[in-house]
């Protein structure tokens, strides 16, 4: 046990950096310059150590999103999320297993800084407004207006998706077990008609710079990793999501997906292996 509020909230503040990142690497970065900052801090003045503790995240989440929008727009191929390996408690927390998922992740990439810090502090972690002003610098009634803004925002791109644990693996051990036999027709009964699959490879390892759509197409695709040498698959969960890692050709591919009314409507696979350093090893994320 530790009396030291840093090390108690450290999971909480690696969660907001995270959700405000989509980057382990980065979110990790924030929180050890966190802890520099705390460690090098009054601590009579502060009042109360976890509000503290986030304003500071949340200051150098927003700086670090700023600095890397142009990496970003340099990237080469579709920017996916960096994936980690979740504790399975983590599906007990609907609202945050949700909010970590990839799907939500890369919809929060679609939203301004401020817009981010906004929804991620108020929506995922229920701050209240008068704090959130004070960690992005605006006045209480601006960050309402931002929080609206970006509500309507995500509500309007998110796709909907089964968060029931149970079902979730149900419908990806159908989707894996179509996968390993390479049987087409059971690939087209698991996807839905128009399911987009989205590969981030990075430019560094093999992956469609363009979403594919439609379960005709992607299911000719999959159908070819049987064949490639050495491939395996494994279930797994992937931002407390149900999720897969597939290797063929000695390089790995992380899938998350989005499930509907028992069919999977997107896939991300993340093959980019500057963003698979963390998956093995399981990441505890918390609220």
Same mark, same amino acid.
């Given at each position: 046990?530790?009396?030291?509020?840093?090390?108690?909230?450290? #999971?909480?503040?690696?969660?907001?950096?995270? %959700?405000? @990142?989509?980057? *382990?690497?980065? $979110?990790?970065? +924030?929180?050890? /310059?966190?802890?520099?900052?705390?460690?090098?801090?009054?601590?009579?003045?502060?009042?109360?150590?976890?509000?503290?503790?986030?304003?500071?995240?949340?200051?150098?989440?927003?700086?670090?999103?700023?600095?890397?929008?142009?990496?970003?727009?340099?990237?080469?191929?579709?920017?996916?999320?960096?994936?980690?390996?979740?504790?399975?408690?983590?599906?007990?927390?609907?609202?945050?297993?949700?909010?970590? #998922?990839?799907?939500?992740?890369?919809?929060? %990439?679609? @939203?301004?800084? *401020?817009?981010? $810090?906004?929804? +991620?502090?108020? /929506?995922?972690?229920?701050?209240?407004?008068?704090?959130?002003?004070?960690?992005?610098?605006?006045?209480?009634?601006?960050?309402?207006?931002?929080?609206?803004?970006?509500?309507?925002?995500?509500?309007?791109?998110?796709?909907?998706?089964?968060?029931?644990?149970?079902?979730?693996?149900?419908?990806?051990?159908?989707?894996?077990?179509?996968?390993?036999?390479?049987?087409?027709?059971?690939?087209?009964?698991?996807?839905?008609?128009?399911?987009?699959?989205?590969?981030?490879?990075?430019?560094?390892?093999? $992956?469609?710079?363009?979403?594919?759509?439609?379960?005709?197409?992607?299911?000719?695709?999959?159908?070819?990793?049987?064949?490639?040498?050495?491939?395996?698959?494994?279930?797994?969960?992937?931002?407390?999501?149900?999720?897969?890692?597939?290797?063929?050709?000695?390089?790995?591919?992380?899938?998350?997906?989005?499930?509907?009314?028992?069919?999977?409507?997107?896939?991300?696979?993340?093959?980019?292996?500057?963003?698979?350093?963390?998956?093995?090893?399981?990441?505890?994320?918390?609220?």
């Amino acid at each position: 046990m530790t009396d030291d509020p840093f090390v108690t909230h450290r #999971s909480l503040l690696f969660t907001v950096a995270y %959700e405000m @990142l989509g980057s *382990a690497a980065d $979110a990790e970065d +924030v929180v050890q /310059e966190a802890w520099l900052r705390w460690d090098a801090a009054d601590r009579t003045e502060v009042r109360d150590a976890r509000a503290y503790l986030v304003r500071i995240v949340t200051r150098l989440s927003l700086n670090q999103l700023r600095t890397s929008a142009r990496r970003r727009e340099e990237y080469i191929g579709e920017w996916l999320p960096e994936p980690v390996l979740t504790t399975p408690d983590i599906a007990e927390d609907v609202e945050l297993a949700d909010s970590l #998922s990839i799907a939500m992740l890369t919809v929060l %990439e679609t @939203l301004a800084p *401020a817009e981010r $810090a906004v929804f +991620v502090l108020r /929506e995922v972690f229920d701050t209240p407004y008068e704090e959130i002003a004070a960690a992005v610098d605006k006045t209480p009634a601006s960050v309402r207006q931002i929080a609206h803004r970006a509500r309507r925002h995500v509500a309007a791109r998110r796709p909907r998706m089964e968060v029931d644990p149970g079902a979730q693996s149900v419908v990806v051990e159908k989707f894996l077990a179509a996968v390993t036999t390479g049987d087409i027709q059971a690939l087209m009964e698991v996807l839905a008609p128009d399911v987009v699959a989205i590969a981030d490879g990075g430019g560094v390892a093999p $992956a469609s710079k363009k979403p594919v759509i439609g379960a005709r197409r992607l299911a000719s695709l999959l159908v070819r990793y049987p064949k490639l040498r050495g491939f395996e698959v494994a279930a797994t969960r992937i931002n407390g999501m149900a999720g897969a890692r597939l290797t063929a050709n000695g390089a790995t591919v992380v899938v998350s997906v989005v499930i509907a009314h028992g069919r999977i409507t997107h896939i991300y696979g993340i093959a980019n292996p500057h963003k698979l350093g963390r998956m093995n090893e399981t990441v505890e994320l918390r609220r």
